[in-house]
């Protein structure tokens, strides 16, 4: 099955910098990796999300790029801003053949101090 | 307002006695799923039902029950619950089974419901 692992799994940055947020998967079969945010008290929700036939894709301050070759994936934030600080997972759909699996990394805190 | 509703948001227990989280969603969704979410393991799927009466288990679903007799209700069942089900549970539902043609329909999470066993 699928094996997703995400780093680093708490990370904190100043207000305006940038933040990455990475993983890598052991199944190539896998075709579409979504991110989730969760805030504090909250489910996770969707914010981005890329399909395999892809290389980068951005929505505002946000962007996903994926390897399709290394098998790996990231989550760019740039010019962060308090409300960013929340628990982001990554995840894999794998094809098992009956139905589609997402497989999730292990999330990561981030931090963005004033 | 189209949401995931889970009930209860926190609950103590004993082992061994029986509990019953519930799962409802308005949005006709198809797919209804539960995780797991402990610290430094993310989201681990337990149960999942691609449609009314059709459930399968996830990557961790000993010590659990589903069951989807109607679309809008899955509800999650710990018959016997023991300490190490002490953990935040997450139901989530989306239009179809996720794959990359639908991601339209993201997966829509409930809010949560801690449990504790003692």
């Known amino acids: 099955g699928e094996n997703v692992e995400q780093h680093p799994s708490t990370l904190s940055v100043q207000e305006g910098d940038s933040a990455v947020i990475k993983c890598t998967y052991s199944?190539?079969?896998?075709?579409?990796f979504p991110w989730y945010k969760q805030e504090l008290g909250k489910g996770p929700q969707l914010i981005i999300d890329i399909r395999s036939n892809v290389g980068e894709k951005k929505d505002q301050r946000i962007a996903v790029t994926l390897n399709k070759t290394a098998k790996h994936f990231s989550l760019h934030i740039t010019e962060t801003q308090p409300e960013d600080s929340a628990v982001y997972f990554c995840?894999?759909?794998?094809?098992?053949?009956?139905?589609?699996?997402?497989?999730f990394g292990t999330g990561t805190r981030l931090q963005v101090t004033l | 307002e189209a949401q995931v509703t889970q009930n209860p948001r926190y609950l103590i227990t004993v082992t061994g006695k029986k509990l019953t989280v519930t799962c409802s969603q308005n949005?006709?969704?198809?797919?209804m799923s539960w995780y797991r979410q402990d610290p430094g393991l993310g989201l681990r799927q337990i149960y999942y039902?691609?449609?009314?009466?059709?459930?399968d288990k996830g990557d961790v679903p000993e010590g659990y029950k589903v069951s989807r007799k109607e679309k809008r209700n899955f509800p999650l069942i710990l018959e016997s619950p023991s300490p190490n089900q002490t953990s935040l549970y997450f139901c989530?539902?989306?239009?179809?089974?996720?794959?990359?043609?639908?991601?339209?329909?993201?997966?829509?999470f409930g809010n949560g419901t801690r449990l504790t066993v003692t």
């Open positions: 199944d190539s079969a896998s075709n579409y």
């Open positions: 039902s691609m449609n009314v009466e059709v459930t």
């Open positions: 995840a894999a759909l794998e094809n098992t053949g009956t139905a589609s699996k997402l497989t």
């Open positions: 989530a539902s989306s239009l179809s089974t996720p794959t990359p043609s639908s991601y339209n329909s993201p997966l829509h």
């Open positions: 949005m006709n969704h198809e797919y």
